[in-house]
Nanobody, 124 residues
Framework: QLQLVESGGGLVQPGGSLRLSCAAS????????IGWFRQAPGKEREGVLC????????TYIDSVKGRFTMSRDNAKNTVYLQMNSLKPDDAAVYYC?????????????????WGQGTQVTVSS
């Protein structure tokens, strides 16, 4: 069974940091692009960042540029989302998703494997 499991969410104060992890099982991430998406209450799911199988990492939301970064550790079959200088607007359920492709896509429809999501709350 192909699975992604996110972890690392939680409550953080504005300006704080979190690192989300996305661990794959049942398949290896080497040939997959991995995207992080988020969905806040009452809003549509949006693409945040993606990392291609070759390490390219486009950012889809201007507001996270310079604050969020992705990395991947193929040996651990895990990707990470480092989130710094968090703002209340960053609060959402964050999902990782896998696309069997060398390339990223901003569209959630292009990703076949999804994690269950992890809640990020930014509040003082």
């Amino acid at each position: 069974q192909l699975q992604l499991v996110e972890s690392g969410g939680g409550l953080v104060q504005p300006g704080g940091s979190l690192r989300l992890s996305c661990a794959a099982s049942g398949f290896t991430l080497d040939y997959y692009a991995i995207g992080w998406f988020r969905q806040a209450p009452g809003k549509e799911r949006e693409g945040v960042l993606c990392i291609s199988s070759r390490g390219g990492a486009p950012t889809y939301i201007d507001s996270v540029k310079g604050r969020f970064t992705m990395s991947r550790d193929n040996a651990k079959n895990t990707v990470y989302l480092q989130m710094n200088s968090l703002k209340p607007d960053d609060a959402a359920v964050y999902y990782c998703a896998a696309r069997r492709s060398l390339f990223c896509s901003e569209s959630s429809d292009m990703y076949a494997i999804w994690g269950q999501g992890t809640q990020v709350t930014v509040s003082s």
